[in-house]
């Protein structure tokens, strides 16, 4: 080897050995340059993520820490079905004009805000627990209302990002994210009460659950133009129409032979210029602010009915099965944790199951309507068969795979529900999940009470499971027979801020 090709090889090893040594030095920005070549839908999606668990582990330790409140403030049965009902009300009550605000002002600002309000919230509750029960019920109303956001907003961006061929997997990712966050809270949530008491759990996932909003808001929040390039191509390739994709360079801009307009326009009923949205007025149903004309469609009053019943069982063991397992199977508190985390684990296996499911029957050119009907209806009868027999069981290993089983099933329900929402309304998901989880909302909020009710005046714990699994049965029957995939808006496509 010559003297001239020596030196080019030492100087080549040097460079290579300077590189190297830059890389280690810094992989904390090589680490972020990684996160920002992501595809904007995969990051978009993980920090959608985050926010879901956080989500969850809030609403899910409210039964468990209900059940020491009511032992240190000498509270009664009826004020403790008062107390686990009282987020569900506000939940009902912010799906009313969720859809609508997150339309309007972007799904993505929405949910930053919304985060951040319900992470304050839970932290003030110990608090303000003290200063009486209506204090405390007012809070709790709050938090609900400032968690309602959640299913509304994380749909639009479903919508938006994702192409219809994904959509099912998309949403049992975004199921399975809340489930998480339920077990966290199931598993932890005991056992920090028992050692620190209520206070310090609130304390806690109210802290985690800000520091998740901030990566949402941090992260997530971009005015990206390869993400908005992403969104436009991935809508151009499900949609085949030049004229949908009109140009823009909003907060997620189009591709750049048509980043030419200010204006940013995605599918949904709604448009938005630099983060201002509009109403489209136009079309028979554009200027409502709830899309109210859906009650009048029996389809979606047969998806109404599935999603009532799903809801009353998910949010009676949300509430109530940290005291039923405390008191109707003698589980001390600190063993409850892991019979709770059971079903809410096999509850994100089904989803999982149920998207994957929905996904390969798709790609089969299987009938829309016959695979909805084949998924949903054995569903929701197997959960309340399930729910029966966990009701007359009080052998616990029995009782945990009874539940186990009804879970797994609401969960494989759960993903096949939300994707009959994008079939009725694929233009204007948003609003119609707004109303349908408002309306699905009421057996949540008036559940505890009336479970409160019942057991006061039968003390049968049966009689609930069986009311909530006729409401499985009449559910499935009614969406059999009225159940629909038809798009029930029948007017050209409008667009929403994003």
């Given amino acids: 080897m010559t003297d001239e090709k020596m ?3 030492e100087a080549a090893s040097l460079v290579e050995m300077k590189l190297s040594k830059s890389h280690g030095i810094c992989k904390v920005t090589n680490l972020y340059s990684h996160w920002l070549l992501l595809v904007p839908r995969v990051r978009m999606q993980i920090l959608m993520a985050g926010v879901g668990i956080s989500n969850y582990l809030l609403r899910t330790c409210l039964g468990t820490c209900a059940v020491l409140m009511v032992h240190e403030y000498n509270w009664d049965m009826q004020f403790k079905g008062m107390l686990l009902g009282a987020f569900f009300w506000g939940y009902l009550a912010g799906n009313l004009f969720a859809g609508a605000i997150s339309a309007r002002l972007g799904a993505g600002m929405v949910l930053a805000c919304a985060a951040i ?4 919230l839970a932290i003030a509750i ?3 627990a003290d200063l009486g029960f209506g204090y405390t019920w007012m809070l709790l109303t709050l938090l609900g209302l400032a968690e309602s956001p959640l299913m509304p907003t994380t749909m639009q ?3 938006a990002y994702v192409p219809a061929s994904e959509r099912g997997c998309s949403l049992a990712a975004r199921a399975l994210s809340m489930r998480f966050g339920q077990i966290v809270a199931s598993v932890l949530a005991p056992l920090i009460c028992s050692q620190a008491g209520w206070r310090a759990t609130f304390a806690i996932f109210g802290t985690v659950s800000l520091m998740l909003a901030f990566l949402w808001l941090g992260f997530a929040m971009t005015k990206s133009r390869e993400a908005g390039m992403e969104i436009a191509r991935k809508m151009w390739e499900d949609t085949c129409d030049a004229d949908v994709v009109a140009t823009g360079a909003g907060r997620f801009g189009p591709p750049a032979r048509l980043a030419t307009s200010r204006s940013v326009e995605m599918p949904g009923g709604w448009q938005g210029t630099d983060g ?8 028979e149903h554009g200027g409502s602010f709830l899309p109210l004309w859906a009650l009048k469609h029996p389809g979606f009053l047969a998806l109404l009915a599935v999603h009532c019943s799903s809801n009353f069982a998910m949010y009676t063991i949300m509430s109530w ?3 039923y397992f405390t008191e109707v199977l003698e589980l001390p508190l600190e063993s409850v944790g892991l019979y709770l985390m059971l079903p809410a684990a096999f509850s994100g296996v089904g989803s999982i199951l149920g998207g994957l499911c929905t996904d390969w029957l798709q790609s089969r050119r299987c009938p829309l309507l016959t695979m909805r009907r084949g998924i949903l209806c054995p569903a929701a009868l197997a959960s309340g068969l399930a729910l029966v027999l966990f009701g007359n069981l009080r052998s616990i290993p029995f009782a945990s795979l009874a539940m186990i089983t009804a879970a797994l099933f609401m969960g494989v329900l759960d993903t096949a529900m939300n994707a009959v929402y994008l079939d009725l309304a694929p233009q204007n ?3 119609l999940v707004s109303l349908g989880n408002g309306v699905a909302t009421l057996p949540g909020a008036a559940g505890p009470a009336l479970v409160a009710v019942l057991l006061e005046t ?3 714990w049966s009689l609930v499971w069986g009311i909530i699994a006729a409401c499985f049965v009449v559910s499935s029957a009614v969406f059999a027979i009225f159940g629909s995939t038809e798009d029930i808006e029948k007017r050209p496509p409008k667009y929403m801020q994003v």
Avoid: C
């Avoid at 201002?276 to 079309?283: D, V």
């Fill in 321 to 323: 099965g940290p005291s």
């Fill in 429 to 431: 998901a948003v609003a």
């Fill in 458 to 460: 039968t003390g049968l």
């Fill in 7 to 9: 030196l080019s090889f």
């Fill in 126 to 128: 110990p608090m303000v």
């Fill in 276 to 283: 201002r949205g509009t109403n489209s007025k136009g079309g």
């Fill in 117 to 120: 309000t319900w992470s304050a």
């Fill in 157 to 159: 961006l479903i919508s």
